[in-house]
C-alpha cells in the first residue's frame, strides 16, 4: 500500500514540497504520496487529527503553522526541541505526533556542501526574528560563527530570541537601524518582507565586497532582497531553492530511512 505524507500550511498552493518529495520517490523508488493541505490556524488541531485518521504517517509543516505545532506535539525531537519550532512530524503507530525541525540543517547543508560558504568564525547576520529565524538559529550556532547578530524591525523579538538561544553561542540582537556600520561574511534574509514586495531599510554599510547574502524566500525571478543585496554591489548573491530541497531530503530521510540524493532534484526544480 502506499504510503501517505504531505504539508500543511495557509496559504498552500505555492508550496513546492509536493513536486521536490514526488521526484526523490521516483529516484528512490519508496512508494508513497505527497499531497498539500490548506488548514487555517483556526481548524489546525481538529485537521491534524483528522489527517491521523486517514492514516497519514507524516507530514511537513509550514508558515503559520510551525510553533503551534511544537506546542501540540507529543514529543520534540532533533532540532525541533531547541528551536521549538516544528516543520518535520512523524505519526508514530499509536497516533502520537514526533515533531522535528530540518530547517536549520538544509540551510546549513545548503550554505556548505552545496555553495562551500565558511561558517566556522564568520559574522553572520539574520535579518528578522520570526518563525524562520527561530528555526534557523540553533544549527547556525552549532556551526561556530564568531557572531550571530539577529536583527529585527521590532528589536525586543530579536532580544528575545538571543536570549533564548544565547547558550548555543556568541548570539546579539538589535534594530537594523542600530547595525554596526561594517560588513558581515554572511546575510541572511529570513524577514517576510519580500513576499509583500517590500525590502526593509537594511542599511547598505552590512556589504562589502566578499559578503555573502542568502535569501531563505525563493522565486523563479529575482527576490525584493537579492534585488537590494545586488544594488549594493553584493557579487555573491543566492536564493532559498538549495535550503528548500535539502530541509526535504532531511525530512524524507527521518520518514524513509534513506537520504535522496538532492543535486538533480535542485536541477529540475530551477
Ligand atoms: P516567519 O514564520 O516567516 O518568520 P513571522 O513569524 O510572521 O513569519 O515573522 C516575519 C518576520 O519578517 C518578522 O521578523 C517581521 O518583523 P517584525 O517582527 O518587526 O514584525 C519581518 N517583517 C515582515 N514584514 C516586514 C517589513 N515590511 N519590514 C521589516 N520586517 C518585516
Not at 556551526?143 to 536570549?163: D, K, S, V, Y
Request: hydrophobic share 40%.
Amino acid at each position: 500500500m502506499t504510503d501517505r505524507y504531505g504539508v500543511i500550511g495557509h496559504p498552500i498552493a505555492h508550496s513546492r514540497s509536493p513536486i521536490i518529495h514526488m521526484l526523490f520517490a521516483r529516484q528512490t523508488g519508496e512508494d508513497i504520496s505527497y499531497e498539500a493541505f490548506d488548514i487555517p490556524p483556526e481548524a489546525l488541531e481538529r485537521e491534524l487529527r483528522r489527517l491521523v485518521k486517514e492514516g497519514l504517517l507524516g507530514f511537513n509543516v509550514t508558515v503559520p503553522h510551525k510553533q503551534a505545532v511544537a506546542e501540540m506535539a507529543d514529543s520534540l525531537v532533533g532540532q525541533a526541541k531547541r528551536a521549538r519550532a516544528v516543520n518535520t512530524v512523524t505519526v508514530t503507530t499509536d497516533g502520537s505526533l514526533v515533531g522535528d525541525n530540518t530547517d536549520g540543517i538544509g540551510l546549513v547543508r545548503d550554505l556548505r556542501a552545496n555553495l562551500d560558504i565558511r561558517l566556522e568564525d564568520q559574522l553572520i547576520l539574520v535579518l528578522g526574528a520570526g518563525g524562520a529565524t527561530r528555526g534557523i538559529t540553533p544549527a547556525l550556532l552549532e556551526a561556530g560563527p564568531a557572531q550571530l547578530t539577529i536583527a529585527n524591525r521590532r528589536p525586543e523579538r530579536a532580544e528575545a530570541l538571543a536570549e533564548e538561544f544565547a547558550s548555543l553561542g556568541p548570539v546579539q540582537a538589535c534594530a537594523f537601524d542600530d547595525l554596526p556600520r561594517q560588513p558581515f561574511d554572511l546575510v541572511i534574509n529570513a524577514t517576510s518582507a519580500g513576499l509583500h514586495g517590500e525590502t526593509p531599510p537594511f542599511p547598505g554599510s552590512i556589504i562589502g565586497p566578499e559578503t555573502v547574502c542568502y535569501d531563505l524566500s525563493y522565486a523563479m525571478t529575482e527576490t525584493p532582497f537579492l534585488a537590494w543585496a545586488r544594488e549594493h554591489d553584493c557579487r555573491h548573491a543566492h536564493q532559498g531553492w538549495g535550503m528548500l530541497v535539502e530541509q526535504a531530503a532531511e525530512s524524507f530521510l527521518i520518514w524513509r530511512g534513506r537520504r535522496p540524493e538532492t543535486a538533480p532534484v535542485l536541477k529540475q526544480l530551477r
